[in-house]
Structure formats: structure tokens, C-alpha cells
């Protein structure tokens, strides 16, 4: 080849070369909306994608009604994938295309395709209000065993009405469950409709006449709960209590509710993560205002430590984990995530690794079984989230599992830490009266025997009575010792008393 030539290739090679470079980087900087699901209160929720580019390197965040991230990663060809920058996960947040000047992104299991957003698309993030300074919100003695109850989330998500929660009252009756302990029934997300100019906010048509509602609700003898959130929106994108924390508070006392669920959600927006405290404190000192005697539930998914200042805020609960899923191992990593918690819990300050999934159908009734047991060892809040109207005698025989709740009911409020030997996780929890019950939890897919020496347990005094829990039997120790053979994903769970 001539040394002409030479160059000319080189030149070719290099000018498309850069070209590829180009294709390799389409450009995605700028606002992207991606429409969502008309709300029952009339508002279209969406998602912006706001991003800023240089070269493959892409930053920006993703902000929707009721939530937002910041986000980071980088484009080839016409594939990008983001991720949180919030926390450190292994796996992109989010992947998409762009192909035709439009975008297709899946996230949380869902694919959206957006456009180019305008200007009336954006999501208007109101001033910040600044928050209180801090001070002790007084405790009115709430919550002494952890609440026990069912939560509208988990099941039915935004198809939570009037009706149905009537229906979930009468049934929590004649299924046992009230009696059983189950008292709170509490809606979660989707009831709000708009807030007028004169600051009410007012209930979307699924729910006409909260008052109502609450009065029936409490006809069953049964308590009822609320749910809103500091930020602007709740995480679902409807109107929440940002600036109108006491008129809210006011409210709710009023419709007669006796549990607030107050998610952090959009407050995020409008507040950095050190200020939860001041804000939480807020909506803690409207609510003790009102006179009623309203169960301060915290969700905030453990942000900042909140079983070190929970109480301080007037709080007698408060999540320590992200959402739960009806799969085995989010139930696991939910209580995995609570473990450190442990030292704060006690009577009126309770973690709480959220509802319970038993009697929902993805997990096999050992797993459940596991559910609820670790729940009840961990001193957690029990908040079923199963249709109680329609559940099937196993799902029944775990809910209503009487020794199980007294374990999580146990008037000494400790909650059990884990230790992992081989497959077999060992969790043990002192109890009021000196003994203990322990749950051997097999992690593992096949049977494994597990096995419980009594010398090892710190017990008060020597042990009276073995009872296992689940067969509701007395057992024999054979040499101070006990085993079993436990399914897979199953728990041993025994209760020790003492003399
Ligand atoms: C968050 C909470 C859930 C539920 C939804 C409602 O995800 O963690 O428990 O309240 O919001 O939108």
C-alpha cells in the first residue's frame, strides 16, 4: 500500500470511527414524560426523566406524583441503564432504549414509553416550608404491646373502597380475628381526592363519608387508620399533608381515626434526609394536639436511624425496611434488615419490617408460617394484608396461631437478633415471665434437624414447660435437649417457661 493510501485509510477509519462514536451516544439530555394511570381523584400521574449527558456518562433523576430518585449511568448505542444514586445496588435501577425519538424504560417490573416533555408536564415542587426546631413530643402511652391489625396495601393496593373495607370489618369479626388481637383496620393509600382553596382536603368517590365509615368500623368494635404523608404526595401521587399537617391531624381526629401511617414518600422533594426528625416531630405534635389518642406509625424505610428517635417524635412505630413482597426472600431480607434494630425496641416503640403477607399466595404455608413467627419473635407491629373475607383454613390456623401472638404480644417487648449456624438460623426472645421462645428458622431447600439444648437459653431460673408452638404440644426433652426434623423454610418454634 502507498503511503498515500495509507493516510486515506487511516482518515476513513478514523471518520467513521466517530461517526460509530456518535450512534454510540445518542443524545437523551433533557426532560422525558412518560404518562401513567389517570388517579382516582381525577390527576394524571407521570414520570419525568430529567437528564443531563456528556459523552456516555448520564446524571439526572427520575421524579414522578409522589416520588423521586436521582439517577447515573451510561448510554451504548441506543441502550442505557441508570442507577439510584441514593443507594448502592447491583443492578440497574433502570434500563431503556431510544429508538425514533422516543424513549422505553422498565422499572419496577413495568415498561413505560415516553416523548419530550413541555412545560406543563413538569411536577411543580412547592417551596420549602422550614421545619420546627426540635423538641420532645410528649408519649401518651400508646402501642404498650405491638398493634395488631390489617392494612389495605399489601392485597388490594389503589382498590381500597368503602365497601370493601366494611366487608374486611365485618369479616376481621366473625373470622376471629378481632378477637384474636387484630383490631386496627387501617387504609393506606389512594382514599384522597383534592384539597380545596380553603385547605380540606377531601376524599376521592371510593370513599364517600370517612366519618362514616370510621363510625361503622367502630360499631364492630374494631379501631380504625389513616394514612398521608409529610412530602406534598403520597407515594401513590395523591395530595398529602405538606403544610397542612394540623388541619389534617384535625380532620382525621375528627372522621374518628385512631392510627396514622405517615409515609415519607414525596418529602423528599421538598426536605433533605436530616430534617425527617423536625418533620416527623411536626405531624407528631399536630396529632397530639387534637386530644385523641391516635397511633403514630412512622414509614420512612428506616432512614436515619429512626428506632434511636421515633419515640421522640411522638411515634409508637415506625418501618424499617423498604416495601414488602409476597416472595420468600423479601420477607427474609425485610427481617434480615430489621435485626440491628433490636436494642431500641420495647412497650411503645416498635419496628416494624412491614405488613404481613401470610394468606396473600406466593409462599408455601411453612414460609408463612415462618412469616409469622419471625414477626413475632422480632416484636413486630402484626398487620395482615390477606383478604380476611375469603381465607382458607391454613391461612386462618396462622393468623390465628393464639401462641404465636402471645409471643408477640409478650408484655417485655424484647426482640429476638439471629444467629446463623450452617442452614439454621436461631432467634430467641426473652419473655415476661423468665423463659424464652426461641424459633430455629431452615434457610435451607431440603429438611433439616434442629436442635434445642435448654442449658444454652437464658432463662430465668430452670425450665418448667417446653411447648412447640406450632403442633401446639408439649414436648419431652430427652438430656436437657430437644430436636426436630424442620421443613425447608420452615421454624421450630418453641416456648420455654420458667419456674
Ligand atoms: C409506600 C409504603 C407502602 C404503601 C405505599 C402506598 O410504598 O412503603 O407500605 O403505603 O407507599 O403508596
Not at 42 to 59: F, V
Not at 330 to 346: E, R
Request: aromatic share 8%.
Amino acid at each position: 500500500m502507498s503511503r498515500i493510501h495509507f493516510r486515506a485509510w487511516i482518515v476513513a477509519i478514523v471518520v467513521v470511527g466517530l461517526s460509530w462514536g456518535v450512534a454510540a451516544c445518542q443524545e437523551l439530555a433533557g426532560k422525558w414524560v412518560f404518562p401513567g394511570e389517570k388517579l382516582h381523584n381525577g390527576e394524571q400521574q407521570r414520570t419525568i426523566l430529567d437528564l443531563n449527558q456528556k459523552g456516555a456518562e448520564i446524571t439526572g433523576q427520575i421524579i414522578a406524583l409522589g416520588w423521586a430518585n436521582g439517577v447515573k449511568g451510561t448510554i451504548h448505542d441506543s441502550h442505557f441503564e441508570l442507577f439510584r444514586t441514593d443507594v448502592e445496588e447491583p443492578k440497574p435501577f433502570l434500563v431503556g432504549d431510544v429508538a425514533n425519538g422516543e424513549l422505553r424504560i422498565t422499572f419496577w417490573g413495568g415498561t413505560h414509553v415516553g416523548h419530550k416533555a413541555s412545560a406543563q408536564d413538569d411536577i411543580v415542587i412547592p417551596a420549602q416550608i422550614a421545619p420546627p426546631a426540635l423538641h420532645p413530643v410528649a408519649s401518651i402511652g400508646q402501642a404498650k404491646t405491638p398493634p395488631m391489625g390489617w392494612n389495605s396495601w399489601n392485597l388490594f393496593a389503589d382498590k381500597i373502597d368503602d365497601k370493601t373495607v366494611r366487608e374486611m370489618a365485618d369479616a376481621m369479626v366473625t373470622s376471629g380475628l378481632r378477637d384474636a388481637g387484630y383490631v386496627y383496620l387501617n387504609i393506606d393509600d389512594t382514599w384522597e381526592g383534592l384539597r380545596d382553596e380553603k385547605g380540606v382536603l377531601h376524599t376521592n368517590s371510593k370513599f364517600p363519608d370517612m366519618k362514616a365509615l370510621a363510625d361503622y368500623v367502630h360499631s364492630k368494635g374494631l379501631k380504625i387508620g389513616i394514612y398521608s404523608s409529610p412530602g406534598p404526595r403520597t407515594c401513590g401521587g395523591y395530595p398529602a399533608s405538606y403544610g397542612f399537617e394540623e388541619q389534617d391531624a384535625k380532620m382525621f381526629a375528627a372522621w374518628g381515626f385512631d392510627f396514622l401511617k405517615y409515609d415519607w414518600c414525596s418529602a423528599g422533594y421538598v426536605y433533605k434526609d436530616e430534617a425527617i426528625h423536625a418533620v416527623y416531630q411536626k405531624m407528631g405534635d399536630a396529632l397530639l394536639a387534637t386530644g385523641r389518642p391516635i397511633v403514630y406509625s412512622l414509614c420512612e424505610y428506616g432512614l436515619q436511624k429512626v428506632e434511636t428517635w421515633g419515640p421522640e417524635v411522638g411515634a409508637n412505630l415506625w418501618r424499617t425496611t423498604d416495601d414488602i413482597r409476597d416472595e420468600w426472600e423479601s420477607m427474609m431480607t425485610n427481617i434480615h434488615v430489621q435485626a440491628p434494630t433490636a436494642p431500641w425496641a420495647g412497650p411503645g416503640r416498635w419496628n416494624d419490617p412491614d405488613m404481613l403477607e401470610v394468606g396473600n399466595g406466593h409462599m408455601t404455608a411453612d414460609e408463612y408460617r415462618t412469616h409469622i413467627t419471625l414477626w413475632a419473635l422480632t416484636a413486630a407491629p402484626l398487620l395482615a394484608g390477606n383478604d380476611v373475607r375469603t381465607m382458607t383454613a391454613e391461612t386462618k390456623s396462622i393468623l390465628l396461631n393464639k401462641e404465636v401472638i402471645a409471643v408477640d404480644q409478650d408484655a417485655l417487648g424484647k426482640q429476638a437478633v439471629p444467629v446463623k449456624v450452617g442452614q439454621l438460623e436461631r432467634w430467641v426472645k426473652p419473655l415476661a415471665d423468665g423463659g424464652v421462645a426461641i424459633g430455629i428458622v431452615n434457610l435451607g431447600a431440603a429438611p433439616a434437624v434442629g436442635n434445642v439444648e435448654i442449658k444454652d437459653l437464658p432463662i430465668q431460673g430452670s425450665a418448667k414447660q417446653v411447648r412447640d408452638l406450632w403442633t401446639h404440644q408439649i414436648v419431652a426433652l430427652q438430656n436437657g435437649a430437644y430436636s426436630a426434623t424442620i421443613p425447608a423454610h420452615g421454624t421450630l418454634l418453641l416456648r420455654i417457661s420458667a419456674k
